[in-house]
C-alpha cells in the first residue's frame, strides 16, 4: 500500500512556525504557567518535558521493522556506500557546515552538529514511498541505522562536540566538555528507553494481536503521539524564550543556512554517486533520502538533556524539522523528475 503524506506531516512546518508564537505569546501573557512548568523538575530534568521527548521516539522505534534488516545485507556495496554517507561523509558535512557558517555563534552550531549526527529512522520511509523508492531497501536501512544509533551516537556525540570542538578552539564561553557517560546516559533514556517499549509493543502486537492489526490499527494510533509531543515541547520551550520575539527571525535563518545546504548537499551527491556506479532508480532513491534526513527528534531530546530546555543548542535542534520537511519534499519533485530525465522511466 502506498504511503501518502498526512496533513500533519505536509504542514508540519506551519505547524511549528505557529507552536512558536502560541509558546511566545504564553510566556509573555501567562509568565506564571511558565514558572510551573519549570519547576516540575528533577534537577535540571524537567519531567513534562521528559516524558513528551520519550513519547515522541517511541512511535517511530516501534514502527521500524528490524525483522527486515537483514534484507540490506544481500547487496554489501550498497550498504557500504549507505553506512559511509550516513556515519562518515554526514556527520563530517554538518560538522564543517556548522564551524564555517556558525563559527561566532557556538552554541546553534553545537545544536547543528547534534541534528547532523542523528540518522532518520522515521519520516525517510515517507520520502522514499512518495518518491517511490526501494521500500524494501529503506525500511531495511531505518532498522540498521536505528540500531547503529543506540550503539554509537553517545560516542559520536563526544567524538565531534567535546573532543572537536575543543581541540580547534570553536566553543570558547560554552559547556563542551559532554562526557561519553553523560552521552550515554542521555541517549539510553530518550533513544534506549523507546526503543525498549518499541520492540516489545512491535513484537507483543505481533503475537497477541498479529501484523496486519499492528501495521492498520495500533501503528497509525501511536503515529500522532510524534507529532503531538514535539509540537507541546516547542510550546514550552518558546514560552521560557519572551526575549527571542525580536531576535527570532535572524537566529531561524542563521540556522537554517548550514541545516539547508546539508540536506541538500547530502541528496545530490549521495544520488548521482549512486547513479555513477550504475545503481537502479528505486535503490538510489531510498539510499538518498537516507543519507540527506535526519532524526531531529533525538537531537531535539539530547540538547534538552544535556543543555537545558532554555539553551541555544536546544533552540537550534528545534529548527531541523522546520527547514528538512519543505527541502525534503522538494527533493521528493526532484528525485521523480532525475527518473524521467536520467533514468528514462515515464511517470
Known amino acids: 500500500m502506498e504511503k501518502k503524506l498526512s496533513s500533519i506531516e505536509k504542514y508540519l512546518t506551519i505547524w ?27 534537577g535540571t530534568t524537567s519531567i513534562p518535558i ?14 521500524v521493522r528490524y525483522e527486515e534488516m537483514g534484507k540490506i545485507f544481500k547487496n554489501l ?5 549507505s553506512l559511509a554517507q550516513n556515519w562518515i561523509f554526514g556527520p563530517i558535512v554538518m560538522f564543517l557546515l556548522a564551524i564555517t557558517l556558525l563559527r561566532d555563534l557556538p552554541a546553534f552550531m553545537m545544536g547543528v552538529i547534534l541534528v547532523g549526527l542523528a540518522r532518520c529512522i522515521a519520516m525517510v520511509i515517507v520520502w522514499n514511498e512518495l518518491a517511490e523508492g526501494d521500500r524494501e531497501l529503506a525500511v531495511g536501512l531505518v532498522a540498521f541505522n536505528a540500531i547503529f544509533q543506540i550503539l554509537f551516537y553517545a560516542v559520536y556525540i563526544y567524538i565531534f562536540i567535546t573532543l572537536a570542538l575543543t581541540g580547534f578552539g570553536l566553543a570558547k564561553g560554552v559547556e563542551v566538555n559532554v562526557s561519553i557517560l553523560d552521552a550515554a546516559e542521555t541517549v539510553f ?7 525498549i517499549a ?10 497477541l494481536k498479529g501484523r496486519d492489526w499492528f501495521e492498520k490499527y495500533l501503528a497509525p494510533k501511536i503515529s500522532l503521539m510524534t507529532p503531538a509531543a514535539l509540537l507541546l515541547t516547542i510550546v514550552v520551550m518558546f514560552s521560557l ?7 527570532l527571525p535572524y537566529n531561524v535563518l542563521r540556522v537554517a543556512l548550514p541545516l539547508a545546504l546539508y540536506f541538500m548537499i547530502m541528496w545530490f551527491l549521495t544520488f548521482f554517486i ?9 535503490k538510489a532513491t ?16 539530547v540538547a534538552i538533556a544535556i543543555w537545558g530546555i532554555n539553551s541555544d543548542q536546544a533552540f537550534a535542534t528545534v529548527i531541523g524539522p522546520l527547514i528538512e520537511v519543505p527541502v525534503l519534499i522538494s527533493l521528493v519533485n526532484v528525485a521523480l523528475r532525475f527518473r524521467e530525465k536520467l533514468y528514462k522511466i515515464k511517470s
Not at 533514556?189 to 526503543?195: E, R
Open 286 to 301: 531510498a539510499v538518498s533520502f537516507t543519507a540527506a534526513s535526519n532524526d531531529f527528534e533525538l537531537a531535539i531530546a
Open 77 to 81: 556495496k550498497l550498504l557500504s556506500f
Open 50 to 63: 521528559a516524558l513528551g521527548l520519550i513519547l515522541m521516539m517511541y512511535p517511530p522505534l516501534a514502527k
Open 241 to 247: 524564550k519572551g526575549g527571542y520575539i525580536v531576535e
Open 16 to 42: 511549528i512556525f505557529l507552536a512558536m508564537i502560541f509558546g511566545i505569546a504564553l510566556g509573555y501573557f501567562y509568565p506564571e504557567i511558565s514558572i510551573r512548568l519549570a519547576d516540575m523538575s528533577i
Open 274 to 282: 549512486a547513479y555513477k556506479l550504475g545503481i537502479d532508480y528505486p
Open 189 to 195: 533514556i530518550y533513544l534506549g528507553i523507546p526503543f
Open 198 to 207: 518499541g520492540i516489545l509493543t512491535r513484537y507483543l502486537s505481533f503475537t
